[in-house]
Structure formats: C-alpha cells, structure tokens
C-alpha cells in the first residue's frame, strides 16, 4: 500500500517523514483471555517538508499510537518510519538521541505533560541543556521562545501550576520548539482547552508552522480544527487509513463513507448550508481493535455495504485517474 499524495520540495525532494505499512500490535495480557489489540494496521504516508498533514477519527482508531510511532515513543511492531532518508524505526535510545532535536511532540494535556516540580525555565531549557547547550545561553533561548509562543520571559522563574490551561500549552509549544525542531506531532493540542482559548493556540500552531517551516502531523478529532491548519488530511479507522489527500478535496467531496459521515457533522458556518446540511448518522460504535470484522472492517457500519465489502478488504488507490488522494472503500463517491 502506497500513499503518493502530497506535494513535494522540488523535482527530485525526498518527502522528510516517509511512513510505510506502520503496525502496532499491544500484546493480550498474560494469564488472561485477552486478545492483542491491533491498534495501528499498515498505516502508509509521506510528509514533505513544512507541510501539516491532519490525522482524524474517532477515539480509539489508533491516532496516538501512530504518532508516538513516528517520534518513536513507542516502537513499531512492523513497518518503517523514515526520516529524512533514514529508517528510525528500529533505532536505539541512543543513536536516536540526536535525532529528538528534530523530532518533537506537543501533548493533548498541557498541564499533566509539564513536570510540575520544575520552573518553566527548567522545562523550557531542558531539551537544550539535554544536547549540551550552556546552562545560560540555554536560558536565554528560552526567554526568546516564550516571547514567540506569546508569553513573557517573567514567566520563567514560576511553575506550571500558575498558568492557565491554554498558557501551559503555550509553554508545551516553547518546550518542543526549543531544539529547532524540523517536525512537530501534536496530539490533540486543544481538546483540552477551553472553546475560547483553542481558536488562540491553533492560531498560534498556525503562525509558528509558517513562520518555521516546520512540517506537522497534526492529530485531532474535531474536522474543523484541522480543516484550519491542515494541507492534506488523513482519516482513520479501525487502525487504517481510509482517505488520504489534499484537505480541500476531501472536505468539499468526501469520497469515503466514514469521511462523509464525520464531515456531516461538522456545522457549517454560513447559516442557510447549516440548514440544509444532512447528517449522517452512523450506527453503533467502532468494533474492537481486537476482533476487527473481517473485509472492510467499516461494512457493519456503512450505509453503502455489499457482499463484497464483507469478504474483501479494500485497498488504499486513487479513486479518479489524477486526483490528490486515496480511498480505500470498493463503492467511492467520485462526484
Ligand atoms: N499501551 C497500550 N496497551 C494496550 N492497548 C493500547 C495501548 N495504547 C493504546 N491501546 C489501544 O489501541 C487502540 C488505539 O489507541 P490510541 O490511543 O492510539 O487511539 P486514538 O485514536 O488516539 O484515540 P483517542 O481519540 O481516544 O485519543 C485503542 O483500542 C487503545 O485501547
Ligand atoms: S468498502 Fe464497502 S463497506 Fe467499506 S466503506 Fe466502501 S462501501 Fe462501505
Ligand atoms: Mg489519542
């Protein structure tokens, strides 16, 4: 399975993270009847520099697995993650060390992701102090990524407990941006936020990514966040993806019946399209990872089943001849 959508930095640029049939596989327990879970299937995309791609679905479908993949958190059961040419796959804590000032995450909750024993100053510095930067030269670029993250270097000296939850993410950005990152993976940065506060730091992701030219795989659950930041977006379910490609043909002509049924319930702001917009309810929940239905593992759900769709597990291929994206569905919509 291939994914070859997405732009790329020049005629012969390698793309700067290629995933390639990525597979989690968390063992039953001992003892105990439980089967293992396959929560990440042959996941497959490419990320070219500076480009954010949107990795979408409901809670379950492997989307952190997948992440803490790639900035290897947690190490794959099968498949590659290659890095600006090399397999990081398999590497040691060791020889990965270099490579965690390029590779960053940006956790779901600020508060519980920032040790609440040390100064932000500490937090902050800390990547830097880690690759052997000088204590004081660490701290004065420290006090320069608050000021870009929207704080004030006076904040330094206090500890987590005395921001608010959308000032802790802020600090979470600084402290991942502090070894000059290449790409981020943010998992969920704002679903812990208030409403309010969220439109500030995806604006804030936003500019910084521009800005940098940093690539992203931006992890989140409500389309509409990533339909702000995103270029291409990838749906998942079930630990696969099922759509993959550019962010505006998906979300204008979802080819997927999972991506039509998300997108439909997305409210939309022009008042008369939110009128007349048809939801799609789906029925039940997903099925467990650990006993996925056999074919197309969303047929018990999807409105469009056939028999074939019970037998047979569709594969990830470009729907209409020269479009930007995959489906793996064997009935896509192609209008
Ligand atoms: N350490 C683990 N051991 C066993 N199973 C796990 C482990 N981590 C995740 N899982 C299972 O793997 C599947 C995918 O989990 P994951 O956290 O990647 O999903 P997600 O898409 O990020 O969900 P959410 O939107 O709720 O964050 C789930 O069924 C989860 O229960
Ligand atoms: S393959 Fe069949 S069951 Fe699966 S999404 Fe497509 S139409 Fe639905
Ligand atoms: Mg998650």
Redesign the pocket.
Known sequence: MTATTGPKTGPDAGPLLAVRDLT?T??GRRGRRRAA?R??DGVSFDLAPGETLGLV????????????MIVRL?EPTAGSVVYAGRDISRLSQRALKPLRRELQMVF?DPHSSLNPHQTVARIVADPLLVQGVPAAEARERAAGLMELVGLVPEHLDRFPHAFSGGQAQRIGIARALATGPRLIVA??PVSALDVSVQAQIVGLLDRLRRELGLACLF?A?DLAVVKRVCDRVAV?YL?RIVEIGDKDRVYAAPAHPYTRALLSAVPLPDPAAERARERIVLAGDPP???APPPGCTFHPRCPKAQDVCRREAPLLRVPVPGERREVACHFPETG
């Open positions: 989690m968390f063992p879970v929560a990440v679905g409901e809670s379950g479908c492997g989307k952190s697995t997948t992440g803490r947690l779901q998992d969920e992890i659950h998942m630990g467990s990872p650990a």
